[in-house]
């Protein structure tokens, strides 16, 4: 987990310096020394943690979680019948025509939800949230019972799960679905050592289908990005100069001039948009630091914003003045909090990620510890960029891992109960 964390910003900081594009606000040097400090506090409150408890289980390797293959059947069914509810909410009940692309679409029931005040179009759209994303654990127990699982099982599972990411992500018109199953598909990873990628997919075909999987999925966010351009009416070059100032960057005179309305700029373009929509967050840093702490939510809006849609809270102000924006963790708890609020939510951050981890090796065929564990995994890995609970699906998905856990145990507690009654 934490060697993932270390990782992800070293490959976020390499972004940042590769990017033919520089931020427009001057702050840059004490943004990153805002990260640095996140990174170092997390660090203290992990090992204070994993230290402490002297966690150090005595068969690392040995975790089999029980009725995997049919967990991963059940998860399946739910996405399934969850994926089929949003369909017919989006395009049946609020009539969402996805024949104009995904980038229309997207903002059609984003106009339909504005006119609701937030509120749920039906019950079939609330189903829909609350079940598609259940193929997330699938994918998850592919990864950590993968040795146990038959080729054709997993060739099978990969493509169904695929399939359900797919139809998900153009359902929503957007891109996160794609980052936030790799991250978990990376947590599964880091959950299992010796994990081998050729163990896991033994057939040289297995593995080239994956490859093409990826491939497509590669093209898929350039796809998104190229709808979006082609929405606004202007060539991807002119929508990749005209929306970098909206992400607080500009790109380098060298890069900017050697661009033109040929199709291999308009691919440069695109590939250097993907690369600042992951990497602006320094940017934003940089203007939190300039504006100072602010009283707007940013930390869990998401989740919040949930719980308002189900009457139970008045509606949070999440209108802050680079809304829209991602302020990644650090800055967003500097942002929301101050100085001691950042000091004080890091070490938590790093202390619920050790104790998630202490958590998963002594409770290894627990569905619900591995949630734990790949929800921490979660926040660290993805805070150059935001805390993710405020993923669209994250919170979903993570009631999916609690949910079918949940449904597995009261099963085996009520065979154990009929065992002992005979």
Not at 113 to 129: D, H, K, N, P, T
Not at 238 to 267: A, C, E, H, Q, T
Request: some cysteine.
């Amino acid at each position: 987990m934490i060697k993932h964390f270390i990782c992800s910003w070293l490959f976020y900081w390499l972004l940042v310096f590769l990017i033919p594009a520089s931020s427009v606000y001057d702050l840059w040097m004490p943004a990153f020394f805002l990260q640095l400090c996140f990174i170092f506090l997390v660090l203290i409150g992990y090992s204070w943690f994993w230290f402490a408890s002297n966690a150090r289980p005595p068969e690392w390797g040995a975790r089999i979680l029980e009725n995997s293959e049919k967990m991963i059947y059940v998860s399946l069914i739910l996405s399934v019948i969850g994926t089929a509810s949003l369909i017919y909410d989006k395009i049946i009940i609020q009539n969402i025509d996805y024949s104009q692309g995904i980038a229309v679409a997207r903002e059609m029931w984003r106009k339909e939800g504005g006119q609701r005040e937030g509120g749920v179009s039906s019950i079939f759209s609330a189903l829909g949230y609350l079940l598609s994303s259940s193929y997330y654990v699938s994918a998850v127990l592919l990864i950590v019972n993968g040795k146990r699982l038959m080729a054709s099982f997993i060739y099978k599972v990969s493509f169904l799960i695929f399939f359900l990411l797919m139809v998900n992500s153009v359902l929503a018109g957007g891109r996160s679905n794609l980052l936030l199953i790799m991250v978990f598909v990376f947590g599964a990873v880091s959950a299992v050592p010796g994990w081998s990628y050729k163990t896991m997919f033994a057939s040289k075909a297995l593995r080239g289908s994956i490859f093409v999987l990826l491939v497509i999925s590669s093209f898929y966010l350039l796809y998104v990005f190229s709808e979006r351009a082609e929405a606004t009416g202007i060539d991807a070059t002119s929508y990749v100069k005209n929306f970098l100032p909206y992400l607080g960057l500009k790109l380098n005179p060298w890069f900017s001039d050697k661009l033109n309305s040929g199709l291999l700029s308009s691919l440069f373009s695109l590939i250097a948009l993907a690369i600042s929509y992951i990497t602006h967050s320094f940017s934003t840093v940089s203007a939190i630091l300039d504006h100072g702490p602010g009283d707007k939510v940013i930390i869990f809006l998401h989740p919040v914003n949930i719980v308002y849609k189900l009457g139970l809270i008045s509606r949070p102000d999440g209108l802050w003045f680079l809304s829209g924006r991602f302020p990644s963790l650090p800055g967003a708890l500097y942002y929301q909090f101050g100085v001691l609020g950042f000091v004080v939510f890091s070490l938590l951050i790093g202390f619920l990620g050790g104790v998630s981890k202490v958590f998963y090796i002594f409770k290894p065929c627990s569905l619900v510890a591995l949630g734990f564990y790949l929800m921490m995994y979660g926040v660290l890995v993805v805070s150059p960029l935001l805390l993710v609970v405020d993923f669209m699906s994250f919170p979903f998905v993570m009631f999916s891992f609690f949910m079918i856990g949940a449904m597995f145990r009261i099963k085996c507690c009520v065979k154990r109960l009929e065992n002992k009654a005979r």
